[in-house]
Nanobody, 112 residues
C-alpha cells in the first residue's frame, strides 16, 4: 500500500523560507516516477506547483519560478520543496503526489 507523508509546513512571515518534505513507502520503483507538489488555497482548486521527472528535469508553475525548488532523493524515497521569498498568496495546503497517490497535506501559512 502506497503511503505519502508530508512534513515541514508551518507559519512563516512574508519573505521567509520553508522546506517541505514528503516520504514515500510502499513504492518499489520510486526512481522511475514523476513526482509533484500541488497546493490548494481556501476556496480555490488544487493547482500543480512543481514537478520533477525521473531524469531530474523540473517544471514549475509561473508564480513560483525562481522562488521554489523541487528535489528528490531516490535512495530515501523522498521529495522536497524548498520555498523561499514566500508571499501571502503562497498560503495553502501543500500535497505530495506520486504513483497516483496523494499525501495528507501540510499547511503553509504566510502572514505577518
Amino acid at each position: 500500500q502506497v503511503q505519502l507523508v508530508e512534513s515541514g509546513g508551518g507559519l512563516v512571515q512574508p519573505g521567509g523560507s520553508l522546506r517541505l518534505a514528503c516520504s514515500a513507502s510502499g513504492i518499489i520503483f520510486f526512481s522511475t516516477l514523476t513526482l509533484a507538489w500541488y497546493r490548494q488555497a481556501p476556496g480555490k482548486q488544487r493547482e500543480l506547483v512543481a514537478t520533477i521527472f525521473s531524469g531530474g528535469a523540473r517544471e514549475y508553475t509561473d508564480s513560483v519560478k525562481g522562488r521554489f525548488t523541487i528535489s528528490r532523493d531516490d535512495v530515501r524515497k523522498m521529495v522536497f520543496l524548498q520555498m523561499s521569498s514566500l508571499r501571502p498568496e503562497d498560503t495553502a495546503v501543500y500535497y505530495c503526489f506520486a504513483a497516483s497517490n496523494w499525501g495528507q497535506g501540510t499547511q503553509v501559512t504566510v502572514s505577518s
